[in-house]
């Protein structure tokens, strides 16, 4: 059971940009005819396309034994205290005051994020940084969660 989950997509103001690179790719082909035009919008709009989707199809969900963030999955019992960071403290974070040991689902569109300590004294691993549009929430169930484990 999912206890939260939340896709971290990009705005659309960025599908509008791949809009544009199927229409760079037309203006290309068109030195070459009415065929390599077709093809070139299509081929770079396809391409444009699948990377933006991609890009933005990263998740973070929380069920009752673990947290799932992209590609890493943490059991709850590793994981401490969380902290919602507004805007400027996320920024702070994911820039001057960053760990480079940190694990970080950054997505700069989203100016919210989520910083939760890792406690498992075996990952060196100090923290989660977590772009989030709802990080309060985020940290609640988190940490509702883990008290009952």
Known sequence: MQAYSERLG???SW???TA???VSG?????AFGIVPTIVLALA????AAWATGAYGAARITVTETELLAGRAR???????????LD???????RMENADP????????YIPGAARIEVVDPADPTPYLYLSSRNPQRLVDVVAALRARA
């Open 74 to 84: 943490i059991p709850l019992t590793a994981l401490g205290a969380g902290v919602a």
């Open 10 to 12: 990009v705005p659309a």
């Open 15 to 17: 599908w509008a940009l």
């Open 87 to 93: 805007p400027e403290q996320a920024r702070s974070l």
């Open 101 to 108: 040991r940190a694990f970080m689902l950054l997505r700069a």
């Open 20 to 22: 544009l690179m199927a």
């Open 44 to 47: 770079l709009g396809a391409l």
């Open 26 to 30: 037309a203006l290309v082909g068109l």
